[in-house]
């Protein structure tokens, strides 16, 4: 079973703050996601990597795909009340085959 | 139209009940999926249809039974749940038979299993 950890779980910070949230796995995936999950909707889109050691911004957040496709890395600079949220990376392992992962929970405080 | 449309939003049902759970889009997306997800847990992957085919299911119990009438909209048949199953469903999309594809996700439907 392909399994991807995140971790921190849990991250209440103030606002201003910046923050790293990152995902692991001991399985290969041909290319990482991740999403943005608010109460009572649906995941949405925020970025796809596909090629290890690949980095790509949106506006304050950087999300960085492990050389060996492995692993990922999200960082939020400066995070805002908006960024709350539920982060969860998703891992493409195949044609439809997308397994998320265990989520984290972020509450930004203003 | 950039949208995954779910109905209902919210129900609840007994065990010995039947219901359907309804997913449109018109994005002319041919991949569409059912996604299980408890309280503080990830989505699951449960169901995944391409051009209105069953291509994967992930060891779901009989009791759920999707359907695709055609290429706009997926039914998820809900018949003798329980308490257990109660969770929010999720419905997504996706353009094409390829890799990598950015996934839609409706808002999704809380089931309530009594």
């Known amino acids: 079973t392909q399994l991807l950890e995140q971790s921190p779980q849990f991250l209440s910070i103030q606002e201003g703050e910046n923050l790293t949230v990152y995902c692991n796995s001991s399985s290969v995936f041909s290319s990482l996601q991740w999403y943005r999950q608010e109460p009572g909707e649906g995941p949405v889109l925020l970025v796809t990597v596909v090629t290890g050691g690949e980095v790509k911004k949106l506006k304050r957040l950087t999300f960085q795909f492990g050389d060996a496709r492995k692993d990922s890395s999200l960082h939020i600079t400066a995070a805002q009340p908006g960024d709350t949220g539920l982060y969860l990376c998703a891992g493409v392992t195949g044609t439809y085959k997308y397994i998320f992962g265990t989520g984290t929970r972020l509450k930004v405080l203003a | 139209d950039t949208e995954v449309t779910q109905t209902p939003k919210h129900l609840v049902m007994g065990m010995t009940n039947k219901k359907s759970l309804k997913c449109e889009q018109h994005m002319g997306h041919r991949a569409m999926y059912w996604y299980k997800q408890k309280a503080k847990k990830p989505p699951e992957l449960m169901f995944v249809?391409?051009?209105?085919?069953?291509?994967i299911n992930e060891s779901v119990p009989s009791r759920f039974s999707p359907e695709c009438p055609n290429s706009s909209l997926l039914n998820l048949h809900l018949h003798a749940l329980q308490p257990e199953d109660s969770a929010l469903y999720l419905c997504a999309s996706s353009p094409r038979q390829a890799v990598n594809e950015k996934l839609f996700f409706g808002s999704g439907t809380q089931l309530s299993v009594l």
């Open positions: 249809y391409s051009y209105e085919k069953l291509s």
